[in-house]
């Protein structure tokens, strides 16, 4: 039989931007990268819903990459370096590695490709040489340069010149400059900054770019002394520009290469974007974007969609008549003085915060923050909530992520070392306890958002396991790299102090023994103790590893067994009561660190490796039943939650969560359910599930809870029986949404449903009620208003006062029509009516017209007042942004946005007519938004989006094209005869999928669903490859 696939990837959580190397973002035309410790990420621009998708994830290095850089002639390669002295060339259409050097005589500090030559990759490490590395062609190999080397003081960054062939400069530690082109004398350690002039003071270079408009001027700043625009062929500086405060450092600057002399930078402390230009010496315009300071800034040549070009042609010659159209001026930004250009940074923080940031717009078009940027070591779901995940990281913190949205909510406050374990405490509580390599262990309250207890018994050394006893809520376990296992309650009295001859690495909390604990020692050995004894000895010892063994967790199914994972490669199963270990798991090639049993499926063991896989083991026979080879590094952290025990999340050196699916794992069991089988099939004792090659029994306590839950219900039992078990094996991200629009659909009272639904995709009679609580509670917040001024004043008064004139004449239209030529809008609206409401309804829909080609959220009310819908829905969704295209669409299906009367004929046909076209317009942005979800992988979203339209069939197709067939099913059978014809379809599907030796019967017993299903029988029974008597069996079967 061929294997299908098994566990599927669901979701994964980004790293963030590491904040210790210079060149770690780079862009290229639609696309834009950022490393972060092991891997690199690149998004690209999706032009159909304009915005940035995450397109691939590039881990080879094995060690700290160092810098990126872009190829300038050819967009699909880049190169990066890293601390292992490795250079690779990526091709990223491709996905893949075309080129590798593997000994770069020295660390890469930085690397950069050589302009002008389409091939040659430069980098240099420390104080030189520069070396050049030609990858592409048959005489590839690498030489040095010239002039470049012997310098000193060790080398921040190099650029070279994007114009001037083989021109090239260097920025030191010193704060010094070297330049070099062919022909001229080579300048070396030059253009310090003033005040570092005969000292021996460091300021390094943190940015240097040169002008992309001259082929002398650079722009260079250093961390203490701020930036300077200095000219290298004179070796002077030109101007020196001026900080604010004496407090603001700069980190990272870039040009913009839409607004000749323009520059952003960012500073270190704080993330402040300033604005400047290189005829100020003061920035022209400020904005926080973030509490933490800038790292890494790089503009894309704003790429996201260009609007249609403004359709007032200025070649129309110049005489105006009393009624002709005034041409008006562009909006100013803000700070009237100048306008904000057009351009997207690229934004990367200290805290691996990354971002896309639209300059001209002021807002994030993507932010995705507080990613870790180093190791995750250990990752636990939050007892009393299935959709809260907590990571622990190398990088000193520890992060709480919703799974649902895949974001996170809590950050702990750091500097805590390297954060080696976490354990939340049981229950509601709200605390984590963490592990640290050198500061002892901690208990972090999230609400109250500190640490509130610190416990120092271990001293310095490093504690690599700390477990919260979910049996007895105040004893906390630690054990450390001093040999001790320490067992003590949340306020640090000591209880016991377990002694082992090496260090601890591992311990775990018997689930059937409050006072068993089990630990896993560099001895190679695993231990078993009593805490009800005063005996400091183990109760039990179990040896057999041939190397340190690292975690140890007891089974939550089976009494008195237990697993364990080792630096041998292997994992060993023991049964405490028999004395033994009853199965050697043999597999990964490298050491064993993630482990977590399945807390319904008694057999399912999940280990996690250093060779990079994730491994499914049938405890029952030691088979291997699936192996994942997805994370770029080491899997350190596995675990699941018991009331979504299908969706495991896992956590790795390459900083990524990635979240898994486990349900494939147990298909017929799920289709038990949906077709109605008895328990026996579904539910089992751990005995009857252990017999070998039995197909899986669900033994956990989920499953009791539903089946006792349905066992009190006198009707509804069969939607009741589908959602709750389809939600426990659906994982986060969209199910439980479906299930409550499924719900509305089928007439539930709205008092029902949960506090979580309006946060998800509702349904349309409901979001206008919804939205308008929300706006009710947001009103309360006070708005500031920005006045401001526009420039030349001459012209202006002159304008003015012929305005004034005009107005006093009764000349109206001429009077709005100098307002609109002066920008002043509002005085022209306000009394456009007085010459006709036909007049001002023109007027407001060119203001809009006008906002909407610059791109400018202001137009919105001005379409809404004048009811142009249309107009506004296509305004959003080219935007993509189709969630505000539905919520308009919406208000105007129910009658809120009307276009205004211009005469008093009745206009209730005419209101009726709108509707349906509102209604199509609705269902349209729907289908839309469908899309866009469906096209990130979302096929639950997507139906949910259908659903809140009551377009059932759709819902049901995006579930199937999805391959979410199962869930389909159960969703169809709940909504019954609207979904007939579809669900019939997915039995048939499903039946297909299931013609195999072991399921014959369940395919069978799906298509009996199927209402007219002789002719689909009897393909069946005609594919069946059994013997006489056993087709003859089947044939019974189906009559």
């Known amino acids: 039989m061929a294997k299908m696939a098994k566990v599927k990837q669901v979701g994964l959580l980004a790293a963030g931007c590491q904040p210790w190397n210079n060149d770690v973002c780079a862009a290229s035309g639609d696309r834009f990268a950022y490393c972060a410790t092991l891997a690199i990420y690149i998004y690209q621009l999706d032009q159909q819903y304009n915005e940035f998708k995450l397109k691939s994830i590039m881990a080879e290095h094995k060690k700290t990459i160092t810098a990126i850089s872009w190829c300038p002639d050819n967009p699909d390669l880049f190169a990066s370096a890293s601390a292992d002295n490795l250079l690779i060339v990526w091709n990223v259409a491709e996905q893949k590695a075309v080129a590798r050097l593997d000994n770069t005589k020295g660390v890469p500090a930085a690397v950069s490709w050589c302009w002008n030559s389409a091939d040659g990759v430069a980098f240099v490490s420390q104080r030189g040489p520069l070396y050049i590395w030609v990858s592409g062609n048959s005489d590839s190999g690498v030489t040095v340069h010239?002039?470049?080397?012997?310098?000193?003081?060790?080398?921040?960054?190099?650029?070279?010149?994007?114009?001037?062939?083989?021109?090239?400069?260097?920025?030191?530690?010193?704060?010094?400059?070297?330049?070099?082109?062919?022909?001229?004398?080579?300048?070396?350690?030059?253009?310090?900054?003033?005040?570092?002039?005969?000292?021996?003071?460091e300021d390094p270079v943190s940015a240097l770019e040169w002008d992309p408009l001259s082929t002398s001027y650079l722009l260079v700043s250093n961390l203490n002394n701020g930036i300077r625009l200095v000219d290298s062929e004179a070796l002077a500086c030109i101007t020196s520009f001026c900080f604010p405060s004496a407090a603001a450092s700069v980190q990272c600057l870039a040009w913009i290469p839409s607004a000749p002399g323009m520059f952003i930078t960012g500073d270190s402390q704080v993330?402040?974007?300033?604005?400047?230009?290189?005829?100020?010496?003061?920035?022209?315009?400020?904005?926080?974007?973030?509490?933490?300071?800038?790292?890494?800034?790089?503009?894309?040549?704003?790429?996201?969609?260009?609007?249609?070009?403004?359709?007032?042609?200025?070649?129309?010659?110049?005489?105006?008549?009393?009624?002709?159209?005034?041409?008006?001026?562009?909006?100013?930004?803000?700070?009237?003085?100048?306008?904000?250009?057009?351009?997207?940074?690229?934004?990367?923080?200290?805290?691996?915060?990354v971002g896309l940031y639209d300059m001209g717009a002021k807002k994030w078009d993507f932010l995705r923050d507080l990613g870790h940027v180093e190791t995750i070591f250990d990752c636990k779901f939050k007892p009393d909530d299935p959709n809260l995940l907590a990571t622990a990281s190398f990088d000193g913190t520890i992060k709480i992520w919703d799974t649902n949205t895949l974001t996170a909510v809590y950050t702990s406050p750091g500097n805590e070392g390297v954060v080696y374990s976490l354990s939340w405490a049981p229950g509601d509580l709200n605390c984590i306890a963490g592990a640290t390599s050198r500061n002892g262990a901690f208990i972090w309250d999230i609400r109250k958002g500190k640490i509130i207890t610190r416990f120092n018994e271990h001293g310095k050394n490093g504690i690599f396991c700390i477990s919260w006893s979910h049996k007895d809520s105040k004893r906390i376990a630690t054990c450390s790299g001093d040999g001790f296992c320490i067992i003590r309650t949340i306020d640090g009295k000591i209880l016991h102090k377990y002694k082992h001859p090496a260090a601890v690495f591992g311990c775990d909390w018997s689930q059937n023994n409050k006072d068993m604990i089990a630990t896993g020692c560099e001895d190679k050995n695993v231990r078993v103790y009593y805490l009800a004894t005063s005996s400091d000895q183990p109760l039990k010892v179990f040896t057999g590893?041939?190397?340190?063994?690292?975690?140890?967790?007891?089974?939550?199914?089976?009494?008195?067994?237990?697993?364990?994972?080792?630096?041998?490669?292997?994992?060993?199963?023991?049964?405490?009561?028999?004395?033994?270990?009853?199965?050697?798991?043999?597999?990964?090639?490298?050491?064993v660190r993630g482990l977590m049993w399945n807390t319904e499926i008694p057999y399912l063991l999940i280990s996690g490796s250093w060779d990079y896989t994730i491994r499914v083991w049938d405890t029952r026979d030691g088979n291997c039943l699936d192996t994942v080879y997805d994370h770029g590094a080491d899997v350190y952290g596995l675990t699941c939650h018991q009331n979504r025990p299908f969706t495991m999340a896992s956590c790795s050196r390459d900083s990524t969560v990635r979240l898994w699916s486990l349900t494939p794992l147990i298909s017929p069991l799920l289709l038990n359910i949906l077709t109605n089988q008895p328990w026996e099939k579904i539910i089992g004792n751990t005995d009857k599930a252990m017999v070998p090659n039995s197909p899986p029994l669900l033994c956990g306590k989920v499953s009791r809870d539903i089946k006792q839950e349905l066992e009190k219900l006198c009707s509804d039992i069969t939607a009741k029986k589908l959602r709750w078990f389809s939600e426990c094996c659906s994982p986060p991200g969209g199910s439980s949404n479906l299930w409550d629009l499924v719900s509305v659909i089928n007439g539930q009272d709205d008092s029902l449903l949960p506090g979580s639904y309006s946060k998800g995709v509702m349904h349309m009679k409901h979001l206008l009620k919804f939205k308008t609580s929300e706006a009710q509670e947001l009103t309360i917040v006070k708005m500031s208003k920005f006045g401001g001024g526009i420039g030349a004043p001459s012209k202006e008064e002159r304008l003015k006062e012929a305005g004034d004139i005009h107005l006093r004449l009764g000349q109206i239209q001429r009077y709005c029509e100098l307002m609109v030529e002066l920008g002043q809008w509002e005085k022209a609206l306000?009394?456009?009516?007085?010459?006709?409401?036909?007049?001002?309804?023109?007027?407001?829909?060119?203001?809009?017209?006008?906002?909407?080609?610059?791109?400018?959220?202001?137009?919105?009310?001005?379409?809404?007042?004048?009811?142009?819908?249309?107009?506004?829905?296509?305004?959003?969704?080219?935007?993509?942004?189709?969630?505000?295209?539905?919520?308009?669409?919406?208000?105007?299906?129910e009658g809120n946005i009307r276009t205004p009367q211009t005469s008093s004929i009745n206009h209730k046909n005419n209101d009726v007519d709108n509707r349906h076209q509102y209604q199509s317009l609705l269902h349209k942005v729907c289908e839309q938004?469908?899309?866009?979800?469906?096209?990130?992988?979302?096929?639950?979203l997507a139906a949910c989006c259908h659903l809140a339209v009551d377009n059932v069939k759709l819902a049901m197709s995006s579930l199937i094209r999805g391959n979410e067939l199962e869930l389909a099913a159960c969703v169809g059978i709940v909504l019954g005869e609207t979904a007939a014809q579809s669900t019939a379809y997915c039995l048939e599907l499903l039946a297909r999928k299931y013609?195999?030796?072991?399921?014959?019967?369940?395919?069978?017993?799906?298509?009996?669903?199927?209402?007219?299903?002789?002719?689909?029988?009897?393909?069946?029974?005609?594919?069946?490859?059994?013997?006489?008597?056993?087709?003859?069996?089947?044939?019974?079967r189906n009559n």
């Open 146 to 201: 010239k002039e470049a080397h012997s310098f000193l003081s060790d080398i921040c960054l190099f650029r070279w010149h994007p114009s001037k062939k083989g021109k090239l400069v260097f920025g030191h530690t010193d704060g010094s400059l070297s330049i070099f082109q062919p022909g001229c004398k080579s300048q070396k350690h030059v253009l310090r900054p003033e005040s570092l002039e005969g000292t021996d003071e």
């Open 271 to 353: 993330g402040v974007l300033r604005i400047w230009n290189v005829s100020r010496s003061t920035p022209l315009d400020s904005f926080k974007l973030k509490k933490t300071g800038f790292h890494a800034l790089h503009v894309l040549n704003s790429p996201l969609a260009k609007r249609a070009q403004s359709s007032c042609c200025s070649g129309k010659s110049q005489h105006t008549s009393s009624t002709s159209e005034a041409v008006p001026p562009p909006t100013l930004s803000q700070n009237q003085s100048f306008s904000l250009p057009p351009g997207h940074a690229v934004c990367c923080f200290m805290d691996g915060g």
């Open 545 to 591: 590893h041939l190397a340190k063994v690292f975690h140890v967790r007891w089974s939550p199914l089976r009494e008195g067994i237990l697993c364990s994972g080792s630096d041998d490669g292997t994992v060993r199963i023991w049964d405490y009561t028999q004395d033994a270990c009853i199965n050697v798991l043999s597999g990964h090639k490298a050491p």
């Open 830 to 893: 306000a009394v456009a009516p007085g010459v006709s409401m036909k007049y001002w309804k023109k007027l407001m829909q060119r203001r809009a017209d006008q906002l909407m080609v610059e791109d400018n959220d202001d137009a919105i009310p001005y379409c809404i007042a004048t009811g142009d819908v249309k107009k506004l829905v296509a305004f959003f969704t080219g935007r993509g942004q189709l969630v505000e295209a539905l919520l308009v669409a919406q208000g105007a299906c």
């Open 929 to 940: 938004l469908a899309e866009w979800y469906f096209q990130d992988g979302c096929s639950v």
């Open 995 to 1036: 013609m195999t030796p072991l399921t014959w019967n369940l395919s069978v017993d799906l298509l009996k669903m199927i209402p007219e299903n002789n002719i689909l029988l009897a393909k069946v029974c005609a594919f069946y490859s059994g013997s006489t008597a056993e087709i003859n069996q089947l044939h019974e």
